[in-house]
C-alpha cells in the first residue's frame, strides 16, 4: 500500500479511530454521571422517606397524646408508646446514615424533650391530686359529737373536694396539652423540616459536581466534531489539491493530444499512482506513435 491508497487508509483510520475515542470517553462520562444522578436521587429519596416517616409518628403521638390527657382515653396509651418508638427508630436511621451527626443534636434533643414531659403527664394522670386529696381528709381529724357525724362531714367534704379537684385536673391537663406539650411538639416539628432542609442542602456540593460531569460528558464530543470538522476541511483540501486537480489537467492534457494532437504535457506537479498513471499515457502515446509511423 502506498501513495494515495495509503493516505485515503490513514485518514478513514484515523477518523474511525478518533471518534471511538471520544464515544468510549463520552460513554464512561456518561455512566458516571448517570451514577451521579441516581446517587443523589436515592438520598433525597431516602432523607424524604425518613422524615416522612418522623413526621408520620410525632402526628400519631400528639394524636394519642391528646386522647389520653384531654378525653382521658386510656386505650391510646399503647398507640403513644408505638408512636413514640417509632419516632425513635427513624431517628437511629436517620443517624446512622448522616454524615454529620453533630447537626441531629437539636432534633435529637427535642424528640427526647417530648418523651420527657409526656412520660411526666401520663404519671401525674396515673396519681391524680384527688389521691392525695382523700389521704389528706382520711389523715385528718374534724371534730364532731360523734364518730358517724365525723364520717358524714368527711364523706360530704371529700365529693365536693373531688369534683372541683378533677375540674381543676381537666384545665390544667388540657391547658398542659395546648401549651407546653405544643410547643415542644412544634419545635420537633420545625427540627425535621430543618432535617430535611440541611440534608438537600447538602446535596447542592453534589448537584454542582454533576453539572460538571455534564460539561465533561459533553466535552469530548464538541472537541470531536471540531476535529473532525478540520480533518475534513484538510482531507477535502488533499483530495483536491492532490487528486482532482491533477486528474482535471491529466485530463486535459489528453483531449488536446486527441482533439489537436498536441504533446501530451500535464502542467501540474504529481505524486504517486498520478504519476504512474501519467508516464503509462506518454508510453501509451509514443508506442501509437511508433505504430503509426509508415513502414
Known amino acids: 500500500m502506498k501513495g494515495i491508497n495509503k493516505r485515503v487508509t490513514i485518514a478513514f483510520v484515523s477518523i474511525i479511530a478518533l471518534l471511538s475515542t471520544a464515544g468510549v470517553i463520552a460513554l464512561l462520562e456518561l455512566n458516571d454521571m448517570s451514577n451521579d444522578t441516581q446517587s443523589i ?16 409518628s410525632a402526628h400519631e403521638h400528639s394524636i394519642a397524646m391528646m386522647h389520653v390527657v384531654v378525653f382521658s ?57 384527688t389521691i392525695i386529696i382523700v389521704n389528706s381528709l382520711n389523715s385528718t381529724t374534724i371534730i364532731g359529737d360523734t364518730e358517724e357525724q365525723n364520717r358524714s362531714l368527711n364523706n360530704s367534704e371529700l365529693a365536693m373536694l373531688i369534683e372541683q379537684q378533677q375540674k381543676k385536673q381537666t384545665n390544667s391537663y388540657e391547658g398542659w396539652y395546648d401549651g407546653e406539650y405544643k410547643a415542644t411538639y412544634d419545635n420537633l416539628i420545625s427540627n425535621i423540616e430543618g432535617y430535611m432542609t440541611h440534608t438537600h442542602s447538602s446535596l447542592a456540593p453534589r448537584a454542582e459536581q454533576l453539572i460538571k460531569n455534564t460539561h465533561r460528558s459533553i466535552a469530548p464530543i464538541f472537541l470531536t466534531l471540531v476535529v473532525m470538522i478540520a480533518i475534513m476541511l484538510m482531507f477535502y483540501y488533499f483530495i483536491r489539491i492532490y487528486c482532482v486537480k491533477p486528474i482535471t489537467k491529466m485530463n486535459k492534457a489528453l483531449a ?18 498520478l504519476k504512474e498513471m501519467s508516464d503509462n499515457i506518454e508510453t501509451l502515446i509514443s508506442q501509437a506513435r511508433q505504430n503509426n509511423k509508415p513502414q
Open 41 to 56: 436521587l436515592t438520598a433525597s429519596r431516602r432523607n424524604m422517606e425518613i422524615a416522612n416517616s418522623m413526621l408520620k
Open 73 to 129: 382515653e386510656d386505650n391510646y396509651r399503647d398507640n403513644v408508646d408505638k408512636a413514640m418508638e417509632s419516632l425513635n427508630e427513624s431517628l437511629d436511621v436517620a443517624i446512622t446514615e448522616a454524615s454529620n451527626v453533630s447537626r441531629l443534636d437539636s432534633l435529637v434533643a427535642s424528640a427526647k424533650r417530648l418523651k420527657r414531659i409526656s412520660d411526666e403527664q401520663l404519671e401525674k394522670i396515673d396519681t391524680p391530686d
Open 256 to 273: 488536446d493530444y486527441l482533439v489537436y494532437r498536441l504533446p501530451f504535457n500535464v502542467k501540474a506537479e504529481l505524486n504517486d499512482e
